[in-house]
């Protein structure tokens, strides 16, 4: 829905609590920006015309969309039921194109499990929503993400 409507319901959640909030992809958009992305892969399960509503939003905040792969499904569920196989075909699938990094943009695919091992073969960084949003978290609440082992290299190398 955008990034503006992410800052809002965050700002809300903080008003009414005085505790700091974000996102997914508030924190994927930090990620981003401390690590110089500009051309990026993304992975989702989403129909055709979500994937194109995310390639704009991304776009209208300077990153390019270097290549995609998409499953066109519409529900939670069937998220949650992509195996990691296929997860990691697409993430190959896109590193073929050289990004800056790829995304796995879906809080109910099982991606960040995956991503030690995805980096390692294709040597591109991959940030996955669910663990930006940890990323992000444990940052807001003073904890050295570094603690969290095994789910890549944003955990390791961006402060």
């Not at 958009?29 to 390639?55: C, H, K």
Request: negative net charge.
């Amino acid at each position: 829905m955008g990034f503006d409507q992410d800052r809002a319901l965050c700002q809300a959640i903080e008003q009414a609590t005085r505790i700091p909030a974000t996102s997914s992809i508030l924190a994927l958009d930090e990620v981003f920006r401390r690590t110089g992305v500009a051309r990026y892969g993304l992975v989702t399960p989403y129909r055709s015309d979500v994937q194109s509503r995310i390639i704009a939003n991304l776009g209208r905040q300077g990153f390019e969309c270097a290549t995609e792969r998409h499953l066109d499904l519409q529900t939670n569920f069937e998220f949650s039921e992509i195996g990691e196989a296929t997860i990691a075909e697409m993430i190959r699938a896109v590193a073929r194109a050289a990004p800056d990094a790829i995304t796995v943009m879906c809080t109910n695919m099982k991606g960040a499990g995956l991503v030690e091992a995805i980096e390692a073969e294709v040597g591109i960084p991959v940030y996955d929503t669910v663990a930006t949003a940890i990323w992000a978290s444990v940052r807001i609440a003073g904890v050295d993400p570094r603690r969290i082992v095994g789910w890549g290299r944003l955990f390791r190398d961006v402060r």
